[in-house]
C-alpha cells in the first residue's frame, strides 16, 4: 500500500543534541511539507520541497533543516538552536501542487528532556 | 499567514449542526479541510479551488467566499465519529499549504 511513513513515532532527546526525524513516502509525490503541531496553534509548516535538491522554508523554519536528496525522503533535524522542540512534528505530500490533496504521515512526538 | 479558523470548540449533541469558519487576510488559490482524532495523521474532506465553488461529502459540505477570502464547513446532523480537529488548509499560491488554527469538535451522544 502507498503511503508516508514517519519514523520513531516517540522520540526522547536530551537538551542541546540535534535529532533527525524521518520522512519516507511511496505515493511518487512531487512535493512534501513539515509541519509542527502545539496544542491550541494548529499545523504550522517548517520546510517544505517541490523538487529533488530544491526545498523553501515555511513560517517556523529557525532551529530546523531539511535535505531532498531523493524524491521519496525527506528527513527533518531539530538542531539544538531550536529553542523549545518538543512538539508533535507531521509530514505530508502531495502530487504536484498545494492545490491537491495532502496525505500525511502519523506523525513524531519529540521529547527534549 | 495562518488563516484564523472559528470557533475554537464546538460541542454538540448526535443529530445537531454546526458551521465552522475558516478567514484569510490574503487571496486564497484554494482551500482544503482535514479532520484529526487524538494522536492521528489528518484526513483529507475536501478541497475548493477558486472560483466560489461548493462542495458536499455524505452530511459534511463547504463552500468557499473568493471575495471574502473565507470559507465554511457545514457538518448538518453530526454523528459521534465527527468528533475530532478540523482544520482549514490554504494555499495562497501553488507551492505551499498553510494550515489554520483549528476547531475541536465534540460530539456527545
Known amino acids: 500500500d502507498g503511503g508516508i511513513t514517519q519514523s520513531p513515532k516517540y522520540l526522547f532527546r536530551k537538551e542541546g543534541q540535534n535529532v533527525t526525524l524521518s520522512c519516507e513516502q511511496n505515493?511518487?509525490?512531487?512535493?512534501m511539507y513539515w509541519y509542527r503541531q502545539d496544542p491550541g496553534q494548529g499545523l504550522r509548516l517548517i520546510y517544505y520541497?517541490?523538487?529533488?535538491?530544491?526545498?523553501q522554508k515555511g513560517d517556523i523554519a529557525e532551529g530546523y533543516s531539511v535535505s531532498r536528496e531523493k524524491k521519496e525522503s525527506f528527513p527533518l533535524t531539530v538542531t539544538s538552536a531550536q529553542k523549545n522542540p518538543t512538539a508533535f512534528y507531521l509530514c505530508?505530500?502531495?502530487?504536484?501542487?498545494?492545490?491537491?490533496?495532502?496525505?500525511f504521515g502519523q506523525g513524531t512526538r519529540l521529547t527534549v528532556v | 499567514q495562518q488563516p484564523v479558523q472559528s470557533p475554537q470548540a464546538v460541542i454538540l449533541r448526535e443529530g445537531e449542526d454546526a458551521v465552522i469558519n475558516c478567514s484569510s487576510s490574503?487571496?486564497?488559490?484554494?482551500v482544503h479541510w482535514y479532520r484529526q482524532k487524538h494522536g492521528e495523521a489528518p484526513v483529507f474532506l475536501m478541497i475548493?479551488?477558486?472560483?466560489?465553488e461548493q462542495k458536499g461529502h455524505e452530511k459534511i459540505s463547504a463552500s468557499f467566499n473568493e471575495k471574502k477570502q473565507q470559507s465554511s464547513l457545514y457538518l448538518t446532523a453530526s454523528q459521534l465519529s465527527y468528533s475530532g480537529t478540523y482544520f482549514c488548509?490554504?494555499?495562497?499560491?501553488?507551492?505551499?499549504?498553510?494550515f489554520g488554527t483549528g476547531t475541536r469538535l465534540q460530539v456527545f451522544p
Open positions: 475548493l479551488l477558486k472560483g466560489g
Open positions: 520541497s517541490q523538487i529533488v535538491n530544491d526545498f
Open positions: 490574503k487571496a486564497l488559490y484554494s
Open positions: 488548509g490554504t494555499a495562497y499560491n501553488t507551492d505551499k499549504l498553510i
Open positions: 505530508a505530500s502531495t502530487p504536484t501542487l498545494a492545490n491537491t490533496e495532502a496525505f
Open positions: 505515493l511518487n509525490h512531487d512535493a
